[in-house]
């Protein structure tokens, strides 16, 4: 099992920016996947995830309303779309997939998940 995360950069404040993660050696809907982040000096938190099958999608409550999550099974990708980022938005963010399925469930709690990509840098300043 492998996740590629990439999209990274430095960008201004309002500007979008979206990130891709490329799953291998897995089919990216039979299992749950999420975003995560980590700023210099912070523990990783969630930003939001997409349960296996039927998609469902939660978000934290910090980027809700900007961010977006989407996949494309065609591709084995997962995306997430990064709308009006703001300063406190920088971090490395990461991609990851949850062994444990339950319908229509996923978690933005990092301890649930097992696999993990490499992370790309998103900085955010003016």
């Known amino acids: 099992v492998q996740l590629q995360a990439s999209g990274g950069g430095l960008v201004q404040p309002g500007d979008s920016l979206r990130l891709s993660c490329k799953a291998s050696?897995?089919?990216?809907?039979?299992?749950?996947t999420g975003w995560f982040r980590q700023a210099p000096g912070k523990e990783r938190e969630g930003v939001g995830c997409?349960?296996?099958?039927?998609?469902?999608?939660f978000y934290a409550d910090s980027v809700k309303g900007r961010f977006t999550i989407s996949r494309d099974n065609t591709k084995n990708t997962l995306y997430l779309q990064m709308n009006s980022l703001k300063p406190e938005d920088t971090a490395v963010y990461y991609c990851?997939?949850?062994?444990?399925?339950?319908?229509?469930?996923?978690?933005?709690?990092?301890?649930?998940?097992?696999?993990w990509g490499q992370g790309t840098q998103v900085t955010v300043s003016s």
């Open positions: 997409i349960s296996s099958g039927d998609g469902k999608i």
């Open positions: 990851a997939a949850d062994t444990l399925v339950i319908p229509s469930h996923c978690s933005i709690a990092s301890y649930e998940y097992d696999y």
């Open positions: 050696g897995f089919t990216l809907d039979d299992l749950p």
